[in-house]
């Protein structure tokens, strides 16, 4: 058998996409007049891809042909890589030929740049665009394209935007005006760089083109806004669905990680048979081939998670911020912002005051001189007569403020002075009192010199006892020298014992 394994497990999983896909009443093809006129809605899987098993082992897409730059892998298929001037394009290897349908693709386009280019293309055409210049994809297509330009080619700042364009072959694309002269409906959104995927709604129904937009804000699938509606729209019976991207001077990621057709039939009629009905032993053994490799896949998501405990959750939801996450950042980049601008605003108006002081010294200094040379009787001009009188002012106000600090001044002074008196007044007492004390004193002692200056009442002392002669120098001399001797003779003595003690330790 030459069908791979892999080849046959993608093939499984898109049958079992649809056998598993009901008619959703939620899912109303947009533009239908009536709510109640729900569309019977299939999944077409030959028609679709999407994840974890986008592309084979070989690289190819089944179902698919991818051209030019455009790069498969399990998850996704990279249009274009974010390299300068890059073309790339998939495209459905049959044709379709559903008269109503819808097409639901999801895309990131991200790129480092505030800018990025050029911009990414849904096609339903008559033929394969494989290559060509408008969003890689070939011009004067027939059939119609919904376009999601990045780069804003004539400068109106209406970029990124979404615009639908219808061509029956004979238009060429108004790229420099960014087909707007030629657009059918546009919208402007701005689908690069968003923390979730993009996905765009095309619905064809009723001979109406709808588009929705869900603009990767949220992780809600199914919360899609209305972009633009093309009313009586002819496109080819039988066409080739496609994407395309294409990189310029500037460059973006183009990934787009599903496409998924619905075939969509009017209430009341009935749905055409599938064409391709499987036999039921064969659904049953794709079935059991399904188990067996999604068995398979939780053994090897048990293994890698061993393997690997610090990895925790959706690796895409750690690449890209969550909507809260982005709204506490914008805030606290705007406060650092509003932040930066008055530390600006605070070092100007520094700068302001500064300059102005220097203004002033210099105008002073002019005055000054003026006020001199114009003593002989100069009449000074206007300005310098502004200038005095702001000065003038500035000066009165000075004396004001020094009254008021001498005023200040006065009062503390006057405060200090109230708790210097009260000592003062102590220290006087004390004088006073010493004072007293003194003259006490001084009169007790005039006192006593009166007494001692009147000569009646002078006192008489007492005469001293007479010397006694007993004591000759001869018997003195003897004496001390007995005395010396018997000193000297102790000492000896003494120092001998001591010399005699130290020997007995
Ligand atoms: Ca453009
Ligand atoms: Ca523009």
Redesign the pocket.
């Given at each position: 058998m030459a069908v791979s394994t892999v080849q046959m497990s993608a093939a499984v999983c898109l049958v079992l996409i649809t056998l598993t896909f009901h008619p959703s009443n939620g899912d109303i093809a947009a533009g239908a007049a009536d709510t109640a006129d729900v569309p019977h809605r299939r999944f077409e899987y030959k028609y679709s891809f999407k994840g974890p098993h986008l592309s084979q082992s070989d690289g190819s897409i089944p179902f698919w042909v991818h051209t030019g730059n455009a790069i498969p892998s399990a998850d996704q298929i990279r249009i274009t890589p974010s390299l300068r001037s890059q073309k790339g394009s998939v495209w459905t290897k049959n044709t379709v030929n559903f008269e109503n349908w819808e097409a639901e693709v999801t895309f990131r386009v991200s790129g480092r740049g505030r800018m990025g280019a050029d911009g990414l293309a849904v096609w339903f055409t008559e033929g394969q665009g494989l290559e060509g210049p408008v969003y890689g994809a070939a011009d004067n297509w027939n059939g119609v394209g919904v376009f999601f330009?990045s780069f804003?080619?004539?400068?109106?700042?209406?970029?990124p935007?979404i615009l639908i364009v219808g061509n029956n072959g004979k238009l060429t694309y108004d790229h420099q005006?960014?087909g707007?002269t030629q657009a059918l409906g546009t919208c402007l959104r701005d689908f690069r760089n968003k923390p979730y995927p993009v996905r765009a709604k095309i619905t064809y129904y009723k001979k109406t083109l709808t588009v929705m937009i869900n603009n990767g804000f949220t992780p809600d699938k199914d919360d899609f806004e209305f972009c633009a509606k093309v009313d009586n729209m002819i496109i080819p019976a039988v066409g080739y669905f496609g994407i395309s991207a294409a990189t310029g001077g500037l460059a973006d990621d183009h990934d787009v990680l599903s496409f998924l057709l619905f075939r969509l039939t009017e209430p009341g009629q009935q749905p055409p048979p599938a064409e391709a009905e499987i036999p039921k032993e064969e659904k049953d053994k794709y079935q059991e081939e399904f188990e067996n490799f999604q068995q398979e896949l939780d053994k090897k998501k048990e293994e890698f998670q061993k393997e690997h405990p610090d990895v925790q959750g959706e690796p895409v939801d750690d690449i890209y911020e969550s909507v809260n996450d982005r709204e506490i950042r914008q805030v606290f980049e705007g406060q650092n912002r509003i932040h930066l601008e008055i530390k600006q605003l605070h070092r100007q108006l520094a700068m302001i005051l500064d300059e102005q002081r220097r203004y002033v010294s210099v105008v002073t200094d002019e005055i000054a001189k003026r006020g001199v040379e114009a003593q002989p009787g100069q009449a000074p001009s206007h300005e310098l007569d502004t200038i005095i009188t702001t000065q003038q002012e500035v000066l009165r106000n000075l004396n004001e403020l020094r009254n008021s600090f001498s005023e200040t001044l006065r009062q503390v002074a006057s405060a200090q002075n109230q708790g210097n008196a009260v000592g003062a007044y102590e220290t006087v007492q004390h004088f006073n009192d010493i004072k007293e004390h003194l003259h006490v004193v001084k009169r007790s002692v005039e006192q006593l010199a009166q007494r001692n200056g009147n000569p009646s009442e002078k006192v008489k002392c007492p005469d001293l006892p007479p010397m006694p002669s007993c004591l000759s120098p001869t018997h003195f001399l003897i004496f001390a020298i007995i005395q010396s001797v018997l000193f000297i003779g102790y000492i000896m003595y003494r120092s001998q014992q001591e010399a005699a003690a130290k020997k007995f330790f």
């Open positions: 330009d804003d080619n004539d400068g109106k700042k209406n970029n935007a005006n960014d707007t």
